[in-house]
């Protein structure tokens, strides 16, 4: 399709105010993003590229898109689900001259017309989460390549998928690894992940967590924050895993750790967050209890066997907004939350913007990174790179400073003795 800069396809321009308020809100609380925005407002190092992203049109991602056009790029936006957008916030970014085509509840269809859309600008860089967008580019359109410098990914299954990609020697352009970020990794996945989660099956269920077993599939960084929020609520944590040092850990957190056989017979409530496929299928429904709460927090929606869920049922109705009831033959009754798909995005509104002000920082530093390689005539190599040690200690500083905290520094003679090999007992 023709490309027109400022173009927008949303639910509903009319939702924009309500949106505004709510990226107000995010800007309020994400502190790093603001003086990033600050600092590079006036000098602009992002001018004549333009990007298109691929990623959850939230309040937060609203902050980062706005920051990077202060910074002088030219964006074209689509969600990278097609549960996750809030249309109040599609509608605030186009309102103020985003281009961007997202509303919530797309067609499989829509989703991918959304990310071809993005391309039609022909992008100097992209942003993803769950690499759709740079798939696309990869299997319909490869010749955009040539104009392209690079890519950032923001989350664990996407960076992955990448990485095997880049060994195949299959990627035509280089990726930042953002997701791999200590300032991400460590914060969104565990801290993020573990309350909007259980925010998402709050709002879905209103259920209480106290005195629950709680099946908390995959004790990854995800899974762990999950396990915690969901241990301090009362629950009773119960960790599935297929690798031994995560189970250990959950084991020694004090939470019960079982295989998913066992587990399914017991557990009230159950998230996956293992970024792997059938981890929930028939036969764990059929020795669920009646009532059981089924949902998933990883990016995909293939970690739930729907189908087979679909195959034992007799009925299923819409009992609230993001809870399905799933009748079976013998009348017990499986609850599945947002049909399958990443449950705190899809029925709540993610993480909080305080811990993707970090995450968002990588990604905005790492698209400056990308731009910098190319105006210094660098031509990177078509493959993985991870974020740099600066970079995080110096995102982590500014959240320090804005969170009121100050550290000590190491003295000259602490710096010689760490590096003295010769240093005895
Ligand atoms: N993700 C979680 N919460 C989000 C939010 N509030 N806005 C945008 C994206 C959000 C998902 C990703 O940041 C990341 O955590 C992942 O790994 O997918």
Request: net charge negative.
């Amino acid at each position: 399709m023709d490309h027109k800069e400022g173009a927008y396809k949303v639910r509903d321009i009319g939702l924009a105010g309500e949106g505004r308020k709510k990226i107000e809100w995010a800007e309020s609380r994400m502190p790093v993003m603001m003086e990033l925005r600050k600092k590079y407002e006036d000098t602009k190092p992002l001018k004549g590229y333009k990007i298109a992203g691929c990623l959850h049109v939230t309040k937060e991602t609203a902050v980062l898109i706005e920051t990077l056009r202060a910074a002088g790029a030219q964006i074209s936006w689509s969600g990278c689900n097609p549960l996750s957008t809030q249309d109040d916030i599609a509608a605030a970014l186009a309102e103020n001259g985003t281009e961007i085509y997202a509303w919530h509840g797309q067609s499989t269809d829509e989703f991918y017309w959304s990310i071809e859309r993005t391309l039609d600008m022909k992008p100097n860089l992209t942003l993803d989460d769950g690499a759709d967008l740079i798939f696309t580019v990869h299997n319909k359109f490869p010749e955009l390549a040539k104009d392209i410098i690079g890519g950032t990914e923001e989350t664990t299954t996407g960076v992955h998928r990448l990485r095997a990609m880049a060994a195949d020697g299959k990627l035509i352009y280089p990726v930042i690894a953002v997701n791999d970020a200590e300032t991400k990794w460590d914060f969104d996945n565990v801290y993020g992940t573990g309350q909007s989660s259980l925010d998402g099956i709050l709002r879905a269920t209103s259920t209480l967590f106290a005195g629950k077993n709680f099946v908390v599939a995959g004790h990854g960084h995800c899974g762990t924050g999950c396990a915690k929020r969901a241990s301090g609520t009362g629950s009773s944590v119960i960790i599935t895993e297929v690798k031994a040092t995560a189970a250990l850990k959950g084991a020694l957190e004090g939470y019960q750790v079982l295989p998913m056989k066992e587990a399914a017979k017991i557990g009230d409530i159950f998230i996956t967050a293992t970024g792997v496929k059938d981890v929930i299928t028939k036969e764990h429904f059929e020795v669920m209890k009646d009532g059981a709460i089924v949902c998933n927090t990883g990016h995909y929606d293939c970690e739930i066997d729907i189908d087979a869920l679909e195959e034992m049922s007799v009925s299923k109705r819409t009992v609230r907004p993001n809870n399905e009831e799933y009748t079976l033959k013998d009348g017990r009754r499986i609850y599945l939350l947002a049909q399958g798909r990443l449950v705190n995005l899809a029925a709540a509104e993610g993480h909080p913007s305080e811990v993707m002000d970090m995450s968002f920082a990588n990604q905005f530093m790492s698209q400056i990174r990308l731009v910098d390689e190319d105006k210094a005539g660098n031509k990177l190599d078509p493959t993985v790179y991870d974020i740099p040690e600066d970079q995080d200690q110096y995102i982590a500083g500014i959240k320090l400073r804005t969170l009121g905290y100050s550290i000590d520094t190491l003295t000259p003679e602490q710096e010689k003795y760490l590096n003295d090999y010769a240093a005895g007992t």
